[in-house]
Nanobody, 125 residues
Framework: QVQLVETGGGLVQAGGSLRLTCAAAGRTFSAYAMGWFRQAPGKEREFVAGISMSGIITYYADSVKGRITISRDNTKNTVYLQLNSLKPEDTAVYYC??????????????????WGQGTQVTVSS
């Protein structure tokens, strides 16, 4: 069992920045590809960013490329999502996810092993 706890959400003006943190407790953190998804009101949950078990490979949704950076620290069992140049359309609940099958599987999002409870990000115009 792995518990994922997200922190760092909040209200920010357009153009601002936030850093989300996902702390993992439980089994071996480095055995999981990690990622972030988001769900806006009335929309389906969508993939935002993912990082491989080693942290070497990252993937981003086209909508956030160049504005968002994912990173992980396997010594701290933590994954981060740096959000820059935020737009109102980035408003959503952001979820941390862990997938033991790897980054390609995580990007699809149908075999996620563990989800966090989510953290709200609200961007005002």
């Amino acid at each position: 069992q792995v518990q994922l706890v997200e922190t760092g959400g909040g209200l920010v003006q357009a153009g601002g920045s936030l850093r989300l943190t996902c702390a993992a407790a439980g089994r071996t953190f480095s055995a999981y590809a990690m990622g972030w998804f988001r769900q806006a009101p009335g929309k389906e949950r969508e993939f935002v960013a993912g990082i491989s078990m080693s942290g070497i490979i990252t993937y981003y949704a086209d909508s956030v490329k160049g504005r968002i950076t994912i990173s992980r620290d396997n010594t701290k069992n933590t994954v981060y999502l740096q959000l820059n140049s935020l737009k109102p359309e980035d408003t959503a609940v952001y979820y941390c996810a862990a997938d033991q099958s790897g980054l390609q599987s995580l990007r699809v999002g149908v075999r996620i092993d563990y989800w966090g409870q989510g953290t709200q990000v609200t961007v005002s115009s």
